[in-house]
């Protein structure tokens, strides 16, 4: 059962570490082949970087650049076949990555899921509306984008708040009426976007 006496808050703890946000997460890939085809050609991240692995020198390391100047890097041999199961998930495993699409650009990025013929579920997260799929190797990516124009400075703020209201509501999840709410009280204009209608539900099902 959840703890619900846990604070939930935008204000920074009182711990003796202070990062500046997130530089680089690093997946073990099959072949560069397969991950460049993937990353690079069909989601549109720039390879900015390849090079051996510090570590272990016969495999190499590729950077691509997610869109906003923060790093997904991936170690990868040519003598690794591709594996499109879905993966088992376990404690300390990777369950998905989550990546942020502008809400002009939502549609469009689905027309290119299904142009490449490549399998998608769509679904309304209540904060935020996703669309999920598998990459090569059976990873869970997760496609979000905002439903409403959050600044990007102060969306912990409207989040941490939208979980007050949905708390003070009885609510079990955060939905369009706590994002309102969350917005109004901080005096951020409630400006939504239009999307689609989806789905409330579980994700990828393949």
């Given at each position: ?195 689609p209608d989806a789905p409330t539900g579980a994700g990828y099902d393949r």
């Open positions: 059962m959840a703890d619900d006496t846990t604070p939930v808050t935008a204000e920074l703890p009182d711990s003796p570490i202070r990062l500046s946000g997130t530089d680089h997460i690093t997946l073990i890939g099959s072949n560069e082949a397969d991950t460049v085809a993937f990353y690079r050609d069909l989601l549109g991240m720039a390879l900015v970087l390849r090079q051996p692995n510090l570590d272990q020198p016969e495999v190499t390391h590729l950077f691509f650049d997610t869109g906003d100047g923060r790093i997904l890097t991936f170690f990868v041999s040519d003598d690794r076949e591709s594996d499109p199961r879905p993966q088992r998930t376990g404690i300390g495993a990777v369950h998905h990555l989550a990546f942020s699409v502008e809400p002009e650009r939502f549609a469009e990025t689905k027309e290119a899921f299904d142009e490449a013929d490549h399998r998608y579920n769509e679904f309304d997260r209540g904060a935020f509306h996703s669309v999920y799929t598998r990459d090569h190797n059976g990873l869970v990516l997760e496609f979000a984008t905002d439903k409403f124009r959050v600044p990007d400075d102060r969306r912990a703020e409207v989040l941490a708040t939208a979980q007050r209201v949905r708390m003070e509501a009885g609510a079990d999840y955060v939905d369009d009426e706590h994002m309102e709410a969350a917005l109004e009280e901080l005096g951020i204009e409630v400006d939504p976007y239009d999307l």
